[in-house]
């Protein structure tokens, strides 16, 4: 029988790793899917994801809330923020100029339409990229992950209507941002 998160919560409070391994397999997913668009970067994203999980460990304990995914991706956002942060301070030099071997495309789609959906996905996450951080996070929160406005504030730590406005002002940046990229 499946448990719920409050069980496994309240498990994991009591020191029940298996219960805690429970909650990260059901959530790893999505806090490194919000890490890889707010960051642009696997390596990076698997570093803020590694590092919110083990902060979530270490601070189960403290949980109060009733979302434990909400509470999670806090953390995981706070991870990539601090790692933003960090990189202002010390910029990486870009590697583009090393060679780069795709993937192969999937068979069930012609290499065109590969090539076709790769550079669209390059673009919206250029876009995506391109956003003011609360704004990026607010949309991806919103239309990747597909959480609730009141699940978004909670993640965010503001009032609904402040997530409205993100959300409403990172899809106008898009939006324009796409349509002067001139393929959309």
């Not at 805690?20 to 696997?42: C, G, H, I, K, T």
Request: aromatic share 8%; charged share 25%.
């Amino acid at each position: 029988m499946r448990m719920d998160d409050s069980e496994l919560v309240q498990n994991s409070k009591r020191g029940d790793l298996d219960s805690f391994n429970e909650l990260v397999e059901r959530y790893q997913r999505m806090a490194y899917n919000l890490a890889l668009r707010m960051l642009s970067d696997p390596a990076a994203a698997e570093d803020a994801t590694q590092e919110a999980l083990f902060s979530a460990w270490r601070n189960i304990g403290g949980f109060r809330g009733d979302n434990f995914r909400a509470w999670l991706l806090r953390i995981t956002a706070n991870a990539c923020r601090d790692q933003l942060r960090r990189l202002k301070r010390r910029p990486a030099i870009p590697l583009e100029s090393l060679p780069f071997e795709p993937p192969a495309p999937p068979t069930s789609e012609s290499p065109e339409d590969y090539v076709l959906r790769r550079e669209v996905q390059a673009q919206i996450q250029a876009g995506l990229a391109s956003l003011p951080s609360e704004q990026r996070l607010a949309v991806i929160l919103c239309d990747i992950q597909g959480l609730s406005y009141e699940e978004i504030a909670a993640v965010m730590k503001c009032s609904v209507g402040t997530v409205k406005s993100r959300i409403s002002r990172g899809r106008g940046q898009l939006r324009d941002y796409l349509q002067r990229s001139g393929n959309f």
